[in-house]
C-alpha cells in the first residue's frame, strides 16, 4: 500500500472532501455545494477508484454512495475500515435507500453517517462539519493517548537507569517511534573538548554524522541553538541558511526538529529528529519532543551527578589507599608501584610513567613505569635525556600539568614527531611531582591509539596524588639518606665499623652454610699519628680519604671496604681463598705507597695489611677479625709496609 501523507486537515487547514458516486450530475452537485462551504473536493466514479485515492491523496472525509457499479459503497466503507486506525477517515453514506435495515447495516460496517437522497445541503455541510471536529477529536485523543505512553516509557526507563547511554537510547527509541518520525540522534555536550558528539542513533544515515556531529561548537550546524536554549523547527528545508541543514526537496525527508535537553539552564544536548517525507513536523508534536527532552536532561543531569559522585568516592578511595601506603613504607618502588596501579584503574589510561630529574635538569631517570600495550608491562631504572622528551622538560621548568589530547600534531612535540609515531601514543597529561615548590620529576600518562581528554577533574585528582607521591619520595629519599649515613663513615664514604661487622656476619653465615670461601684483610696506615704531628689534622683527613678511594678503586665490585676506626680499614673478600687475598693485598699495599699525596695531603705514606681465611672451627666474625688482627700485628711488628698472613690455627680471640 501507497503511504498516505497526512490528513489535509491537519496540515493546510482546508477539509478535502472526497465525493464518490457514479452519477456525474450528482458529483457536480456535490462539488458545488461543498466548495461554495469552503471545502476542497477530490471526486471518484467507482469504489476502486475511490480506494486507491485514499491511498495517495490526503482526505479528511468520505460522502461514499451505496449503489456503485463494480465495489459498492457497503465494500468501500467496510475495506476503509480494515486499515490502520491512524489512516481512517470519516465516511457518510449517500442514497436513495431509506429503510433502517439499510441504515444498520451501513452504520454496522463502520459508517458514521447516513443521509438519505434527495438531501438537503445545509443539513449535508452541518453533518459533515460535525464529523470532521469529532475526527479532530479522535485525533487528538489517539494522539495525547501515544504522547502519555511514550513519556511514561521514557519515564520508566529513565527511572531505573543512571546509566546515560541506556537513558538516551530508551529516550530516542521512543521519540522515533513517533508517527512521521524517519531518524534521529541525541547529540550531547563535551565542555572540556568543546565539542558535540553523538552519543545514540536510530536510523540516521551514515553520511549524515560527520557532516552534522562531532565538531566544535563554533563550526557546528546545531551551533546558535545550542547557545540559546528552546526548541528549534526548520521548515523550509531546502533553503536553510546552513548547507549542513538543507534537505533536497522530494527527497526522503521532510524537515528537522531540534529539541535541546536542559536541566538546571544549561544545556547538555540535543535531540535531531528527521521526519519522513511527506510529513512535517507541527507544534504538537515540537510540545512533546519538547516534553521528553526535559525529562531526558534532569535524567541526564543526575546521571552526571552519580558519575561524578562515584568518580570522588573512586578517587577518595586511591588517595587513602596511596597515603596508607606512603605511611606504611618507605620503599620508594612500592609506593610507586601503588601510585600507578590506582591512576590506570581510575583514569583507564595505556601507559603511566614516573620520572625524576636528575640536578641538572638536562637528564632524568625513569624509576618506575607501566606499559600496556607490552607483554612484560612494568619497567625501570631506565635513563632519559630531556632533549627527547620536552613535555617533561616543559612540566618541569613551569611546574603545571600539561594535557596534549593529538600527540602527533601538538607543537611542542614537533621534533619527536618520529619517535612518538612507531610507539602510537595519542594523548598525554604530564603532571609535575610538586614539593616544597620544587618539581622533583613527572607522572606522564598515555592513551595509545584512542585519542582520551582529560578532564579539569581528572588533571585536579591526579595532582593531588602527583602531590602525595612527591612527599613519599622526598621521604623515601630522606630514608634512604638516612640509612647511608648509619652505614656510611662521614669522612670517607667507606662503610663504618658497625657496618662492617653486620656485613661481615652476613658473609660467615653465608660461607659456613654453603661451605664457600672468604677472606679478610685488616690495613693500618704506618706512622699516621707522626704524620698528623707534622702536617697537621686536616692533612691528615685528607690521606685518609685519599686512602680510602684507592682502596675503593682497586677493589672488585664484590669486595666489602670499610674505615674499622682512626687509621685502620678492612676488606671483606667473599669467594676468595687466602693466596688470592694475599695477592690483592700486596696490591693494595704497592697502590697506597705508589700514591702521589697531593690537594691537602702533604709527604710519602705506607700501609701494613694482614690476611687471614675463614677456616675450620670459625662460627663467628670476631675470629676472623682477631686471626687477620693478629697478621697485621706481624706485619707491624716486621717493620711495617709489608703484608702478613694469619697463621694456620685458629685461637679464640
Known amino acids: 500500500m501507497t503511504e498516505r501523507r497526512e490528513t489535509a486537515g491537519e496540515g493546510s487547514g482546508t477539509p478535502v472532501i472526497l465525493v464518490v458516486d457514479d452519477d456525474p450530475g450528482i458529483i457536480r452537485m456535490l462539488q458545488v455545494t461543498l466548495q461554495r462551504r469552503g471545502f476542497d473536493v477530490l471526486t471518484a466514479s467507482s469504489g476502486q477508484e475511490a480506494l486507491e485515492l485514499v491511498d495517495r491523496e490526503p482526505v479528511d472525509l468520505v460522502l461514499l454512495d451505496i449503489m456503485m457499479p463494480g465495489l459498492n459503497g457497503l465494500e468501500v466503507t467496510r475495506a476503509l475500515r480494515a486499515r490502520p486506525e491512524e489512516e481512517r477517515v470519516p465516511v ?40 470532521l471536529r469529532l475526527a479532530g477529536m479522535d485525533r487528538a485523543i489517539r494522539r495525547q493517548n501515544r504522547e502519555l505512553a511514550g513519556l511514561n516509557a521514557v519515564a520508566v526507563a529513565v527511572g531505573r537507569s543512571l546509566d546515560v547511554p541506556e537513558i538516551l537510547g530508551a529516550s530516542l527509541e521512543r521519540m522515533t517511534e513517533v508517527e512521521g518520525v524517519a531518524a534521529g540522534a541525541v547529540v550531547v555536550w563535551e565542555p572540556e573538548r568543546e565539542i ?27 551551533g546558535a541553538i545550542f547557545k540559546e536554549p528552546g526548541s528549534g523547527l526548520l521548515e523550509d528545508l531546502a533553503a536553510a541558511p546552513d548547507p549542513a541543514l538543507r534537505i ?7 524537515n528537522h526538529a531540534c529539541v535541546p535537553l536542559s536541566a538546571k539552564g544549561q544545556t547538555l ?49 586511591a588517595l587513602y589507599e596511596v597515603s596508607s601506603s606512603i605511611t606504611s613504607t618507605l620503599e620508594l618502588q612500592e609506593v610507586l608501584r601503588a601510585l600507578i596501579e590506582r591512576l590506570l584503574d581510575l583514569l583507564k589510561v595505556d601507559r603511566c610513567v614516573v620520572t625524576l630529574s636528575d640536578v641538572t635538569g638536562t637528564a632524568g631517570e625513569v624509576v618506575m613505569g607501566y606499559d600496556g600495550s607490552k607483554p612484560m608491562p612494568w619497567f625501570h631504572g631506565i635513563e632519559i635525556t630531556l632533549d627527547r622528551h620536552p613535555e617533561v622538560r616543559f612540566a618541569l621548568e613551569t611546574k603545571k600539568a600539561l594535557q596534549i589530547p593529538e600527540a602527533l600534531q601538538a607543537p611542542l612535540l614537533t621534533t619527536v614527531r618520529s619517535l612518538l609515531a612507531p610507539l602510537h601514543v595519542r594523548s598525554m597529561l604530564i603532571i609535575p611531582l610538586l614539593t616544597k615548590d620544587r618539581a622533583l620529576g613527572v607522572i606522564s600518562l598515555s592513551s595509545l591509539r584512542e ?75 704506618d706512622y699516621f699519628k707522626a704524620y698528623n704531628d707534622r702536617y697537621g689534622h686536616l692533612a691528615g683527613d685528607e690521606a685518609l680519604r685519599q686512602i680510602a678511594r684507592v682502596l675503593k678503586t682497586r677493589s672488585r665490585d664484590v669486595d666489602m671496604v670499610s674505615r674499622y676506626g682512626g687509621e685502620e680499614f678492612s676488606i671483606i673478600l667473599p669467594e676468595t681463598e687466602l693466596p688470592q687475598a694475599t695477592v690483592q693485598a700486596e696490591r693494595l699495599r704497592v697502590a697506597v705507597e705508589d700514591h702521589n699525596f697531593s690537594r691537602g695531603a702533604e709527604g710519602h705514606l705506607t700501609v701494613s695489611l694482614g690476611a687471614a681465611a675463614l677456616a675450620e672451627g670459625m662460627d663467628r666474625p670476631e675470629q676472623l677479625v682477631h686471626r687477620a688482627d693478629q697478621a697485621l700485628y706481624e706485619a707491624k711488628a716486621g717493620g711495617r709496609n709489608r703484608v702478613c698472613l694469619a697463621a694456620a690455627r685458629v685461637e679464640s680471640p
Open 92 to 131: 457518510i453514506i449517500l442514497t436513495a435507500r431509506d429503510t433502517v435495515r439499510d441504515k444498520v447495516t451501513g452504520l454496522e460496517l463502520g459508517a458514521d453517517d447516513y443521509m438519505t437522497k434527495p438531501f438537503n445541503g445545509e443539513e449535508l455541510v452541518a453533518r459533515i462539519r460535525v464529523q
Open 196 to 222: 558535540l558528539t553523538l552519543a545514540v542513533e536510530r536510523g540516521l544515515p551514515p553520511a549524515l554524522r560527520t557532516a552534522w556531529y562531532e565538531q566544535p561548537l563554533t563550526t557546528s550546524p546545531w
Open 248 to 254: 533536497e526537496a522530494g527527497g526522503p525527508y521532510g
Open 269 to 317: 544536548g540535543l535531540v535531531h529528529l528527521l521526519s519522513r517525507a511527506p510529513h512535517r513536523f507541527g507544534a504538537e508534536e515540537m510540545r512533546f519532543f519538547a516534553a521528553i527532552g526535559q525529562q531526558v536532561g534532569m535524567a541526564l543531569e543526575n546521571a552526571r551527578l552519580y558519575h561524578h559522585t562515584q568518580q570522588q568516592v573512586s578517587q577518595m578511595r
Open 451 to 525: 585519542p582520551r581528554h582529560f578532564s579539569e577533574g581528572d588533571v585536579e585528582f591526579c595532582q593531588i596524588l602527583a602531590n602525595q607521591a612527591a612527599i613519599a619520595i622526598e621521604n623515601s629519599r630522606l630514608f634512604a639518606e638516612t640509612k647511608r649515613l648509619a652505614s656510611t663513615d662521614e669522612l670517607t664514604g667507606l662503610f663504618n665499623h658497625r657496618q662492617f661487622y653486620l656485613l661481615l656476619g652476613q658473609e660467615v653465615r653465608r660461607a659456613l652454610r654453603y661451605g664457600r670461601n672468604l677472606s679478610l684483610i685488616m690495613l693500618d696506615i
